[in-house]
Protein backbone atom coordinates (compact mmCIF):
# COMPACT_ATOMS: atom_id res chain seq x y z
CA UNK A 1 0.00 0.00 0.00
CA UNK A 2 1.17 2.75 -0.78
CA UNK A 3 1.51 6.09 0.89
CA UNK A 4 1.19 9.64 0.15
CA UNK A 5 3.66 11.34 2.06
CA UNK A 6 1.87 15.24 2.55
CA UNK A 7 4.39 17.44 1.20
CA UNK A 8 5.44 20.30 3.64
CA UNK A 9 4.22 23.62 2.30
CA UNK A 10 6.79 25.62 1.69
CA UNK A 11 8.60 28.01 4.08
CA UNK A 12 10.19 31.33 3.46
CA UNK A 13 13.60 31.29 4.63
CA UNK A 14 13.83 33.09 7.96
CA UNK A 15 15.99 36.12 7.41
CA UNK A 16 19.13 36.54 10.17
CA UNK A 17 16.29 39.31 12.12
CA UNK A 18 13.02 37.55 12.31
CA UNK A 19 15.39 34.47 13.95
CA UNK A 20 16.61 37.06 16.46
CA UNK A 21 12.80 38.23 17.36
CA UNK A 22 11.81 34.66 17.87
CA UNK A 23 15.11 33.99 20.30
CA UNK A 24 14.14 33.16 24.02
CA UNK A 25 14.75 36.32 25.79
CA UNK A 26 17.28 36.50 28.52
CA UNK A 27 15.60 36.79 31.91
CA UNK A 28 16.93 39.85 32.65
CA UNK A 29 15.37 41.30 29.91
CA UNK A 30 11.75 39.77 31.06
CA UNK A 31 12.50 41.22 34.36
CA UNK A 32 13.06 44.55 32.61
CA UNK A 33 10.34 43.93 30.61
CA UNK A 34 7.86 43.37 33.61
CA UNK A 35 8.97 46.56 35.88
CA UNK A 36 8.56 48.26 32.92
CA UNK A 37 4.77 47.37 32.72
CA UNK A 38 4.22 47.34 36.61
CA UNK A 39 5.48 50.86 36.23
CA UNK A 40 3.27 52.41 33.28
CA UNK A 41 0.44 50.71 35.01
CA UNK A 42 1.27 52.47 38.63
CA UNK A 43 1.77 55.70 36.73
CA UNK A 44 -1.86 55.44 34.58
CA UNK A 45 -3.65 54.79 37.80
CA UNK A 46 -1.62 57.65 39.92
CA UNK A 47 -2.60 60.05 36.60
CA UNK A 48 -6.25 59.49 37.42
CA UNK A 49 -5.96 61.18 40.60
CA UNK A 50 -3.10 63.48 39.57
CA UNK A 51 -4.72 65.10 36.23
CA UNK A 52 -8.37 66.27 38.04
CA UNK A 53 -5.78 67.68 40.70
CA UNK A 54 -3.83 69.70 38.70
CA UNK A 55 -6.46 70.67 36.18
CA UNK A 56 -8.70 71.11 39.01
CA UNK A 57 -6.89 73.30 41.58
CA UNK A 58 -6.42 77.53 41.21
CA UNK A 59 -4.20 79.90 41.55
CA UNK A 60 -1.29 77.38 41.27
CA UNK A 61 1.06 76.46 38.37
CA UNK A 62 1.21 73.29 37.90
CA UNK A 63 4.66 72.33 39.18
CA UNK A 64 3.31 73.76 42.64
CA UNK A 65 -0.15 71.71 42.44
CA UNK A 66 2.11 68.51 41.68
CA UNK A 67 4.40 69.03 44.89
CA UNK A 68 0.96 69.56 46.58
CA UNK A 69 -0.82 66.72 45.21
CA UNK A 70 2.44 64.30 45.94
CA UNK A 71 2.34 65.78 49.46
CA UNK A 72 -1.45 65.25 49.53
CA UNK A 73 -1.07 61.36 48.69
CA UNK A 74 1.34 59.82 51.05
CA UNK A 75 4.64 61.44 49.49
CA UNK A 76 4.87 64.58 52.29
CA UNK A 77 8.49 62.97 53.11
CA UNK A 78 9.74 62.65 49.14
CA UNK A 79 9.19 66.11 48.71
CA UNK A 80 10.50 67.15 52.33
CA UNK A 81 13.63 65.30 51.28
CA UNK A 82 13.90 66.57 48.05
CA UNK A 83 13.19 70.13 48.76
CA UNK A 84 16.12 69.95 51.40
CA UNK A 85 18.45 68.58 49.28
CA UNK A 86 17.44 71.44 46.69
CA UNK A 87 17.86 73.62 49.48
CA UNK A 88 21.16 72.46 50.74
CA UNK A 89 22.62 72.57 47.03
CA UNK A 90 21.64 76.61 46.88
CA UNK A 91 22.79 77.58 50.10
CA UNK A 92 23.61 81.13 49.65
CA UNK A 93 27.08 82.15 50.79
CA UNK A 94 27.51 84.89 53.56
CA UNK A 95 29.09 88.21 53.33
CA UNK A 96 28.37 89.52 49.64
CA UNK A 97 27.78 93.26 48.83
CA UNK A 98 26.11 95.39 51.13
CA UNK A 99 22.57 96.57 50.18
CA UNK A 100 22.53 100.65 49.69
CA UNK A 101 18.46 100.93 49.90
CA UNK A 102 15.73 99.32 51.42
CA UNK A 103 12.37 98.12 48.82
CA UNK A 104 9.90 100.55 49.35
CA UNK A 105 6.99 98.72 51.69
CA UNK A 106 3.31 99.99 51.86
CA UNK A 107 1.46 103.62 51.47
CA UNK A 108 4.59 105.06 51.40
CA UNK A 109 5.55 103.66 48.06
CA UNK A 110 3.22 105.50 46.35
CA UNK A 111 2.98 108.72 48.10
CA UNK A 112 5.40 109.75 50.80
CA UNK A 113 3.41 108.63 54.04
CA UNK A 114 5.75 107.57 56.29
CA UNK A 115 5.03 107.21 60.18
CA UNK A 116 7.37 109.11 62.12
CA UNK A 117 8.00 107.29 65.16
CA UNK A 118 11.84 106.82 64.80
CA UNK A 119 13.01 106.31 68.45
CA UNK A 120 11.51 104.91 71.34
CA UNK A 121 7.93 103.99 71.89
CA UNK A 122 4.99 106.11 69.87
CA UNK A 123 2.97 106.16 73.00
CA UNK A 124 1.16 109.91 72.46
CA UNK A 125 0.94 112.28 75.07
CA UNK A 126 -1.49 115.06 76.20
CA UNK A 127 -4.99 115.27 77.36
CA UNK A 128 -8.36 113.75 75.38
CA UNK A 129 -8.95 109.79 74.68
CA UNK A 130 -6.17 107.46 75.61
CA UNK A 131 -2.92 107.19 74.11
CA UNK A 132 -2.80 105.51 70.72
CA UNK A 133 0.02 103.19 71.23
CA UNK A 134 2.24 102.74 68.24
CA UNK A 135 5.50 100.18 68.27
CA UNK A 136 8.76 101.38 68.28
CA UNK A 137 10.74 101.59 65.93
CA UNK A 138 12.74 98.56 65.05
CA UNK A 139 16.67 98.96 65.78
CA UNK A 140 18.83 98.12 63.31
CA UNK A 141 21.15 94.93 63.65
CA UNK A 142 23.75 96.57 60.71
CA UNK A 143 25.53 99.93 61.20
CA UNK A 144 25.51 101.72 59.30
CA UNK A 145 21.92 101.87 58.70
CA UNK A 146 19.95 102.42 55.83
CA UNK A 147 17.63 106.04 55.05
CA UNK A 148 14.05 104.26 56.48
CA UNK A 149 15.50 100.50 58.18
CA UNK A 150 13.57 99.70 60.76
CA UNK A 151 11.01 102.70 60.38
CA UNK A 152 7.42 101.92 60.19
CA UNK A 153 5.71 103.63 57.35
CA UNK A 154 1.71 103.01 57.13
CA UNK A 155 0.37 100.55 55.03
CA UNK A 156 -2.56 102.02 53.75
CA UNK A 157 -2.59 105.56 51.78
CA UNK A 158 -4.70 108.40 52.88
CA UNK A 159 -4.85 106.37 57.01
CA UNK A 160 -5.58 108.99 59.66
CA UNK A 161 -3.20 109.26 62.46
CA UNK A 162 -4.18 106.08 64.07
CA UNK A 163 -3.34 103.79 60.88
CA UNK A 164 -4.40 100.11 61.49
CA UNK A 165 -1.32 98.41 59.94
CA UNK A 166 2.34 99.68 59.75
CA UNK A 167 4.72 97.85 57.49
CA UNK A 168 8.60 98.10 57.88
CA UNK A 169 11.64 96.09 56.53
CA UNK A 170 15.15 95.61 58.51
CA UNK A 171 18.09 93.67 57.24
CA UNK A 172 18.12 91.18 59.62
CA UNK A 173 20.97 89.01 59.99
CA UNK A 174 25.11 90.58 60.16
CA UNK A 175 26.09 87.24 58.46
CA UNK A 176 24.00 87.83 56.00
CA UNK A 177 23.98 91.64 55.23
CA UNK A 178 22.36 91.71 51.66
CA UNK A 179 19.04 89.80 53.26
CA UNK A 180 15.54 91.83 54.23
CA UNK A 181 13.01 90.64 56.46
CA UNK A 182 9.44 92.40 55.93
CA UNK A 183 7.64 92.85 59.04
CA UNK A 184 3.95 93.96 59.33
CA UNK A 185 2.41 95.48 62.80
CA UNK A 186 -1.69 95.04 62.65
CA UNK A 187 -3.49 97.38 65.61
CA UNK A 188 -5.69 94.82 67.69
CA UNK A 189 -7.91 98.13 68.74
CA UNK A 190 -8.66 98.84 65.39
CA UNK A 191 -8.47 95.39 63.48
CA UNK A 192 -10.14 91.94 63.83
CA UNK A 193 -8.58 88.38 62.39
CA UNK A 194 -11.08 86.34 60.61
CA UNK A 195 -8.98 82.31 59.28
CA UNK A 196 -10.41 81.73 56.00
CA UNK A 197 -10.46 78.91 54.28
CA UNK A 198 -9.28 77.82 50.93
CA UNK A 199 -10.67 75.48 48.18
CA UNK A 200 -8.29 72.42 49.17
CA UNK A 201 -7.09 73.11 52.64
CA UNK A 202 -8.39 72.65 55.18
CA UNK A 203 -9.56 69.48 53.27
CA UNK A 204 -13.16 68.08 53.17
CA UNK A 205 -15.50 67.38 54.87
CA UNK A 206 -15.66 71.26 56.00
CA UNK A 207 -19.19 73.66 56.65
CA UNK A 208 -19.03 76.91 55.15
CA UNK A 209 -15.95 76.57 53.57
CA UNK A 210 -16.48 79.64 51.57
CA UNK A 211 -14.84 80.77 47.87
CA UNK A 212 -11.49 80.45 48.83
CA UNK A 213 -11.24 84.46 48.57
CA UNK A 214 -11.74 87.38 50.57
CA UNK A 215 -16.27 88.11 49.94
CA UNK A 216 -16.93 91.05 47.96
CA UNK A 217 -18.83 92.59 50.54
CA UNK A 218 -15.94 92.54 53.46
CA UNK A 219 -13.88 93.87 50.69
CA UNK A 220 -14.58 97.55 52.20
CA UNK A 221 -12.91 97.11 55.74
CA UNK A 222 -10.06 94.87 54.13
CA UNK A 223 -6.72 95.84 55.67
CA UNK A 224 -4.01 92.74 55.04
CA UNK A 225 -4.14 89.47 54.10
CA UNK A 226 -1.36 86.42 55.01
CA UNK A 227 -0.88 83.11 54.57
CA UNK A 228 -2.62 80.68 56.95
CA UNK A 229 0.28 78.10 58.11
CA UNK A 230 0.83 74.85 56.78
CA UNK A 231 -1.64 72.31 55.32
CA UNK A 232 -3.29 69.76 58.40
CA UNK A 233 -1.73 67.18 57.22
CA UNK A 234 1.74 68.60 57.39
CA UNK A 235 1.55 70.08 60.71
CA UNK A 236 -0.04 67.59 62.24
CA UNK A 237 -2.19 69.96 64.54
CA UNK A 238 -5.39 71.12 65.20
CA UNK A 239 -8.08 73.24 63.73
CA UNK A 240 -11.50 74.98 65.25
CA UNK A 241 -13.95 76.60 62.92
CA UNK A 242 -16.80 78.67 63.35
CA UNK A 243 -16.62 76.93 66.84
CA UNK A 244 -16.49 73.20 65.59
CA UNK A 245 -13.31 70.84 65.75
CA UNK A 246 -12.14 70.29 62.42
CA UNK A 247 -9.05 68.49 63.04
CA UNK A 248 -7.95 67.48 66.81
CA UNK A 249 -6.35 70.36 68.75
CA UNK A 250 -2.92 68.65 70.53
CA UNK A 251 -2.11 70.02 73.54
CA UNK A 252 1.20 72.41 73.97
CA UNK A 253 1.23 73.12 70.20
CA UNK A 254 0.91 77.38 68.92
CA UNK A 255 -2.36 78.14 68.40
CA UNK A 256 -3.68 81.70 66.67
CA UNK A 257 -6.86 81.95 68.26
CA UNK A 258 -10.13 83.88 67.14
CA UNK A 259 -12.32 84.64 69.53
CA UNK A 260 -16.18 86.06 68.98
CA UNK A 261 -16.56 89.46 68.64
CA UNK A 262 -13.35 89.33 66.71
CA UNK A 263 -10.28 89.41 69.28
CA UNK A 264 -7.35 87.57 68.57
CA UNK A 265 -4.43 85.75 70.84
CA UNK A 266 -1.42 83.73 70.01
CA UNK A 267 -1.63 81.03 72.53
CA UNK A 268 0.20 77.73 74.00
CA UNK A 269 -2.90 75.25 73.28
CA UNK A 270 -3.80 73.53 76.84
CA UNK A 271 -7.39 72.94 76.18
CA UNK A 272 -7.10 69.73 74.77
CA UNK A 273 -9.71 68.33 72.36
CA UNK A 274 -12.37 70.41 73.23
CA UNK A 275 -13.89 73.99 71.96
CA UNK A 276 -13.72 76.80 74.71
CA UNK A 277 -16.96 78.81 74.86
CA UNK A 278 -15.71 82.25 73.35
CA UNK A 279 -13.38 80.43 70.32
CA UNK A 280 -14.69 81.16 66.91
CA UNK A 281 -11.90 79.62 65.60
CA UNK A 282 -7.87 78.24 66.36
CA UNK A 283 -5.38 76.88 63.52
CA UNK A 284 -2.29 75.41 64.90
CA UNK A 285 0.98 74.86 63.79
CA UNK A 286 4.17 73.46 65.24
CA UNK A 287 5.79 74.55 68.64
CA UNK A 288 5.68 78.03 69.65
CA UNK A 289 8.90 79.66 68.32
CA UNK A 290 8.41 82.40 70.86
CA UNK A 291 7.00 82.49 73.81
CA UNK A 292 6.73 84.88 76.92
CA UNK A 293 9.34 86.45 75.24
CA UNK A 294 11.69 84.21 75.00
CA UNK A 295 13.19 81.93 71.75
CA UNK A 296 11.77 78.38 72.31
CA UNK A 297 15.12 76.06 73.10
CA UNK A 298 14.40 73.94 70.25
CA UNK A 299 14.26 75.84 67.38
CA UNK A 300 16.94 73.50 65.84
CA UNK A 301 15.99 70.39 64.19
CA UNK A 302 13.84 67.55 65.55
CA UNK A 303 10.63 65.71 65.62
CA UNK A 304 8.38 68.16 67.06
CA UNK A 305 8.50 70.87 63.86
CA UNK A 306 7.26 67.80 61.47
CA UNK A 307 8.00 67.08 58.67
CA UNK A 308 8.84 69.90 56.60
CA UNK A 309 12.32 71.29 55.26
CA UNK A 310 15.05 71.40 58.50
CA UNK A 311 14.70 74.22 60.53
CA UNK A 312 18.30 75.07 59.55
CA UNK A 313 18.00 75.33 55.91
CA UNK A 314 17.19 78.98 54.61
CA UNK A 315 14.11 79.32 52.90
CA UNK A 316 11.05 81.90 52.69
CA UNK A 317 9.83 81.71 55.90
CA UNK A 318 6.99 83.27 57.62
CA UNK A 319 5.54 83.71 61.24
CA UNK A 320 3.26 85.96 63.21
CA UNK A 321 3.30 87.02 66.86
CA UNK A 322 2.21 89.01 69.36
CA UNK A 323 3.48 92.00 71.31
CA UNK A 324 3.37 92.52 74.66
CA UNK A 325 -0.13 95.12 73.57
CA UNK A 326 -1.81 92.32 71.97
CA UNK A 327 -0.98 93.72 68.71
CA UNK A 328 -0.43 90.97 65.89
CA UNK A 329 3.12 90.84 64.13
CA UNK A 330 3.90 88.83 60.89
CA UNK A 331 7.30 88.46 59.58
CA UNK A 332 8.59 87.19 56.38
CA UNK A 333 11.96 87.04 54.70
CA UNK A 334 13.80 84.95 52.04
CA UNK A 335 16.84 82.39 53.71
CA UNK A 336 15.66 82.28 57.07
CA UNK A 337 16.13 79.45 59.20
CA UNK A 338 13.10 79.12 62.20
CA UNK A 339 15.95 80.70 64.24
CA UNK A 340 16.84 83.30 62.41
CA UNK A 341 13.02 84.03 61.71
CA UNK A 342 11.92 83.89 65.49
CA UNK A 343 15.02 86.37 66.10
CA UNK A 344 13.10 88.61 63.73
CA UNK A 345 10.00 88.76 65.50
CA UNK A 346 11.60 89.00 68.90
CA UNK A 347 13.90 92.13 67.62
CA UNK A 348 10.38 93.86 66.04
CA UNK A 349 8.80 93.11 69.39
CA UNK A 350 6.96 89.66 69.38
CA UNK A 351 6.62 87.90 72.58
CA UNK A 352 4.50 85.09 71.60
CA UNK A 353 5.10 83.52 68.07
CA UNK A 354 3.78 80.40 65.78
CA UNK A 355 6.00 79.97 62.25
CA UNK A 356 3.95 79.57 59.51
CA UNK A 357 4.65 78.75 55.76
CA UNK A 358 7.84 78.23 54.77
CA UNK A 359 8.71 78.43 50.56
CA UNK A 360 8.58 81.33 48.15
CA UNK A 361 4.82 79.64 46.76
CA UNK A 362 2.87 79.61 50.23
CA UNK A 363 4.31 83.37 51.85
CA UNK A 364 2.21 85.73 51.22
CA UNK A 365 1.60 89.45 53.14
CA UNK A 366 -0.46 91.60 51.38
CA UNK A 367 -1.60 94.96 52.51
CA UNK A 368 -4.61 97.25 50.99
CA UNK A 369 -3.87 100.73 50.24
CA UNK A 370 -7.30 101.93 49.55
CA UNK A 371 -10.19 100.72 50.89
CA UNK A 372 -12.13 97.88 49.16
CA UNK A 373 -9.53 95.65 48.36
CA UNK A 374 -7.85 98.23 46.16
CA UNK A 375 -4.22 98.68 45.24
CA UNK A 376 -3.39 95.81 46.94
CA UNK A 377 0.93 95.15 47.54
CA UNK A 378 3.00 92.16 48.72
CA UNK A 379 5.13 93.20 52.30
CA UNK A 380 8.25 92.74 50.03
CA UNK A 381 8.69 93.68 46.31
CA UNK A 382 10.45 89.84 45.96
CA UNK A 383 7.20 87.95 47.28
CA UNK A 384 6.58 85.38 44.75
CA UNK A 385 2.90 85.27 44.73
CA UNK A 386 0.34 88.37 43.09
CA UNK A 387 -0.39 90.67 45.34
CA UNK A 388 -3.90 89.55 43.65
CA UNK A 389 -3.86 86.44 45.75
CA UNK A 390 -6.77 86.66 47.94
CA UNK A 391 -8.99 88.40 45.89
CA UNK A 392 -9.38 85.45 43.71
CA UNK A 393 -10.28 81.96 45.06
CA UNK A 394 -6.79 80.09 46.47
CA UNK A 395 -5.85 76.55 47.25
CA UNK A 396 -4.68 77.58 50.95
CA UNK A 397 -6.54 79.02 53.68
CA UNK A 398 -5.76 82.60 54.89
CA UNK A 399 -6.08 85.14 57.47
CA UNK A 400 -7.84 87.91 56.60
CA UNK A 401 -7.24 91.39 59.07
CA UNK A 402 -10.49 93.82 58.90
CA UNK A 403 -11.01 97.21 60.04
CA UNK A 404 -13.84 96.72 63.06
CA UNK A 405 -17.13 97.78 62.63
CA UNK A 406 -17.44 101.60 62.35
CA UNK A 407 -13.47 102.18 62.04
CA UNK A 408 -12.63 105.18 60.10
CA UNK A 409 -9.98 103.77 57.29
CA UNK B 1 -6.20 22.31 31.81
CA UNK B 2 -3.19 22.29 29.99
CA UNK B 3 -0.90 24.43 28.13
CA UNK B 4 0.49 22.61 24.56
CA UNK B 5 4.40 22.12 25.01
CA UNK B 6 5.45 22.48 21.84
CA UNK B 7 5.11 25.28 20.18
CA UNK B 8 6.29 27.55 17.66
CA UNK B 9 8.84 30.51 19.14
CA UNK B 10 6.24 32.74 18.52
CA UNK B 11 3.61 31.39 20.56
CA UNK B 12 6.35 31.29 22.91
CA UNK B 13 6.93 34.40 23.17
CA UNK B 14 3.47 35.65 22.98
CA UNK B 15 2.92 33.41 25.99
CA UNK B 16 5.67 34.97 27.86
CA UNK B 17 4.89 38.37 27.11
CA UNK B 18 1.38 37.71 28.31
CA UNK B 19 3.02 35.99 31.61
CA UNK B 20 5.10 39.35 32.20
CA UNK B 21 2.39 41.67 31.66
CA UNK B 22 0.03 39.61 34.12
CA UNK B 23 3.23 39.90 36.59
CA UNK B 24 3.56 43.53 36.15
CA UNK B 25 0.20 43.99 36.94
CA UNK B 26 0.33 42.07 40.15
CA UNK B 27 3.19 44.31 41.21
CA UNK B 28 1.97 47.22 40.16
CA UNK B 29 -1.79 46.50 42.24
CA UNK B 30 0.58 45.19 45.17
CA UNK B 31 2.60 48.46 45.56
CA UNK B 32 -0.43 50.08 45.53
CA UNK B 33 -1.96 48.60 47.92
CA UNK B 34 1.25 48.71 50.19
CA UNK B 35 2.18 52.43 49.94
CA UNK B 36 1.24 55.29 51.83
CA UNK B 37 -0.58 56.82 49.33
CA UNK B 38 -1.03 57.17 45.09
CA UNK B 39 1.39 60.00 45.25
CA UNK B 40 4.55 57.67 46.66
CA UNK B 41 3.34 54.73 44.08
CA UNK B 42 2.72 57.36 40.82
CA UNK B 43 6.72 59.23 42.08
CA UNK B 44 8.81 55.75 42.34
CA UNK B 45 7.08 54.51 39.25
CA UNK B 46 7.55 57.25 37.09
CA UNK B 47 11.43 57.37 38.33
CA UNK B 48 11.52 54.17 37.20
CA UNK B 49 9.86 54.15 33.62
CA UNK B 50 12.27 57.23 33.49
CA UNK B 51 15.20 54.72 34.24
CA UNK B 52 13.80 51.89 32.11
CA UNK B 53 13.16 54.03 29.25
CA UNK B 54 16.35 55.32 29.37
CA UNK B 55 17.63 51.89 29.63
CA UNK B 56 16.06 50.75 26.57
CA UNK B 57 17.51 54.07 24.77
CA UNK B 58 20.88 53.41 25.56
CA UNK B 59 20.86 49.56 24.56
CA UNK B 60 19.42 50.36 21.30
CA UNK B 61 21.83 52.92 20.77
CA UNK B 62 24.88 50.76 21.50
CA UNK B 63 23.65 48.01 19.21
CA UNK B 64 23.25 50.36 16.53
CA UNK B 65 26.61 51.30 16.75
CA UNK B 66 27.70 47.83 16.91
CA UNK B 67 25.63 47.37 13.64
CA UNK B 68 27.00 50.35 12.02
CA UNK B 69 31.24 48.65 12.70
Not at chain 1, 76 to 94: C, D, G
Not at chain 1, 177 to 182: D, E, I, L, M
Not at chain 1, 337 to 348: D, F, G, N, Y
Request: one cysteine or more.
Amino acid sequence: MATATPTPPPTRPRSPRSHRRLRRLPLWRRARRTVLIACVFCLAVAALSWLPAVTGSRNLSITVASVEWLRSHGGNPIASQIENWYYELNEPEKGGPALTSLPQVGGAAVESGEKSNGEGEGEGEGEGPPPHYEPAAVKPLIQPKLPGEGVWKKAGAKVGPEPPALLTTFRSDPEYPQFVAGVAWLDHTRTELQYMPGLAEPPEPLEDRGSGEVPPEMRKRLVATFNGGFPLETSNAGLIYRGKIKETMVNGIATVVGYHGGGFNIVRWNHGNTVPKNVWFAKQNLPPIIYEGKLNPNLSDGPEWGETVNNATRVWRSGLGIDAHGNLMYAAANYQTVESLAKVLQRAGAVRAIELDINEDWTSFISYRHPGGLDPSNLLPEMFRSPERYLVPDERDFFAVYLKPGQPW
Amino acid sequence: MRLPRNVSPAAAERRALLFDALLGLLIGISAIIVAAGIGVVGFIALLGLLLVVLWYVIEGGLRRRQRRR
